[in-house]
């Protein structure tokens, strides 16, 4: 069978491997349109803070015999009825299934002075590759910048460049920050925190123009404001690309519309990733993506024509030096629920639990606090919620069983989830070890743990520490 990926990027290189891995009788081509070989997109925000190198970033899975990769070739059409795509050297390619892995572009605002086509010197949207080194070419005379977007990326932008000593403002149209996972409270924490590094927030600020020129860009505020820096990043959020899609006929909403098996309305091309709609969802997310991608690999495999993409539930981290955040469900007023919080904002600790029926379906933990591992436990698996609700609200650690467990790999559940990214439980690092694995590279090799955002890394080297003692004191008895 001959599979042709359209994206060269974190869903379609996991689904090449992901093929190459169900043995040879799959011919795996990979069309990529930016001129590098895949890298770790989310990896990004440490790459702009200066805390990773660019090569550290790359993807080599897919690397390597039994794939045609290639980089710098961008698709401009499919033809269904002859089933070839056709690429921007005017080539032409069969294939009998084709996959398209197209992710997400940034969105430009309607502003006056921005040309989505042509971005003014000195702006930079925060997608690829390309433009993070356009950010750090412009960042390395700038004293000042502007973020527009307080969003995730925004705020991981923003880190990344007041890490580089650099003064930073973020302006956000709307009341709070990260008001997807935020609620209002923990967003006036999280402006207080940011504050002390040097990140000043605009919110409730919206913005009418952009005038660039070779000293400056100058932000004017639909107020009359104007602010000025010598850098301006747009992070206001992205777009599925869908255009190939679109233009094949193929039906598209938000995102190329998908069923559980990832099929598109033809059923010789699937759709993975942030281009990709699920039940009305575009998840824009890692874990989807890479799930997505194993599920295409099991159906064109062989291995389970009918396998099923099932969501799980997300768990945002942002990445940046200073700021522990995990959020997970939903931010907003849930009727009915049994709703925790507590805020200490001089600590910059805010920490809000949304619970449903003895279930937890939301919760925002913000600074240092010991049992975001227990929450993210609860989210995930659904289970009930320990009666002091105190002691997991405020990661109180003496005599609360349920931090206690989430602390301590040996009384974690086998079942708890300590990779997001890759869906890798504790139990899959357990049997790995006893499959022979010795060391941290060992686990991460056959799991892929920590190959994604990289926040589970403490818990895995805690899991693989722990496991050794006990492989040692085992020995030890034996002897
Ligand atoms: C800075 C940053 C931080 C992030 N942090 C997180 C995080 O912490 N957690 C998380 O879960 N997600 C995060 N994300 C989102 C995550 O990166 C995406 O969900 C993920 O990259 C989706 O993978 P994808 O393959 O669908 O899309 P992409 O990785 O965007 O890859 C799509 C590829 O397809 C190519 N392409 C498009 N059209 C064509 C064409 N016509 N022909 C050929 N090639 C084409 C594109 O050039 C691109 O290379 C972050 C994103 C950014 C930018």
Redesign the pocket.
Same mark, same amino acid.
């Given at each position: 069978m001959n599979v042709v990926v359209?994206?060269? #990027?974190?869903? /379609?290189s996991r689904l090449a491997a992901e093929l190459r891995d169900r043995g040879p009788h799959i011919k795996v081509t990979v069309? #990529? &349109?930016?001129p590098h070989r &895949?890298y770790n997109? %989310?990896m990004?925000?440490s790459v702009l803070a200066g805390k990773v190198r660019e090569r550290d970033v790359e993807i080599t899975e897919a690397a390597g015999h039994g794939i045609d990769l290639r980089p710098g070739? *961008?698709?401009?059409a499919i033809d269904r009825a002859a089933r070839t795509v056709t690429t921007d050297a005017g080539d032409r390619i069969e294939y009998h299934h084709l996959v398209l *892995? +197209? #992710? =997400?572009r940034a969105l430009i605002p309607p502003l006056s002075g921005l040309d989505r086509e042509h971005l003014p010197e000195r702006v930079a949207v925060?997608? +690829?590759l390309d433009d993070c080194r356009r950010i750090l070419a412009t960042a390395s005379g700038a004293r000042t910048a502007l973020v527009l977007g307080g969003g995730?990326?925004g705020l991981?932008a923003a880190r990344g460049l007041a890490a580089r000593g650099i003064a930073t403002e973020v302006v956000h149209a709307v009341g709070h920050l990260m008001e997807r996972q935020l609620d209002p409270a923990a967003s006036a924490v999280l402006v207080r925190t940011l504050s002390s590094l040097g990140i000043a927030a605009h919110l409730d600020a919206m913005a009418a123009s952009v005038a660039a020129d070779a000293d400056g860009v100058t932000l004017g505020l639909a107020d009359g404001r104007e602010l000025r820096a010598d850098l301006l990043v747009v992070a206001c959020g992205v777009r599925p690309?869908t255009g190939?899609a679109t233009d094949a006929g193929l039906a598209v909403e938000r995102g190329v519309v998908v069923d559980d098996h990832m099929r598109t309305s033809d059923r010789h091309i699937s759709a %993975? /990733?942030?281009?990709a709609q699920h039940e009305g969802v575009v =998840?824009?997310?890692? *874990?989807p *993506?890479w799930e997505q991608a194993r599920i295409v690999a099991r159906v064109l495999g062989g291995e389970d024509p009918f396998a099923k993409y099932r969501p799980l539930p997300v768990v +945002?981290?942002l990445?940046a030096a200073g700021i522990d955040l995990a959020a997970m469900g939903t931010s907003a007023p849930v009727e009915g629920a049994e709703e925790l919080s507590f805020a200490d904002p001089a600590r910059g600790t805010y920490a809000k639990l949304t619970i449903v029926g003895e279930r937890l379906t939301g919760a925002i933990m913000l600074g240092d606090n010991p049992s975001v591992g227990a929450v993210i436990q609860l989210f995930d698996r659904g289970t009930p919620v320990p009666t002091d609700r105190r002691a997991l609200l405020l990661g109180r650690a003496i005599g609360v069983p349920a931090t206690t467990q989430a602390e301590s790999p040996a009384l974690m559940p086998d079942a708890a989830t300590v990779c997001q990214?890759n869906t890798v439980s504790k139990g899959a690092l357990v049997r790995c070890w006893r499959a022979g694995a010795r060391s941290v590279d060992d686990v991460v090799a056959a799991t892929r743990a920590t190959t994604?955002?990289g926040t589970c890394r403490d818990a895995v080297e805690g899991i693989v520490d722990w496991l050794s003692t006990v492989d040692s004191s085992a020995s030890e008895v034996a002897a």
């Open positions: 359209v994206g060269y #990027g974190m869903a /379609g069309l #990529g &349109a930016e &895949a997109r %989310i990004l925000s070739v *961008a698709v401009t *892995a +197209t #992710g =997400s925060f997608r +690829t995730l990326l991981e690309e190939l %993975i /990733g942030d281009c =998840s824009g997310l890692v *874990a *993506a +945002t981290r990445k990214c994604g955002c």
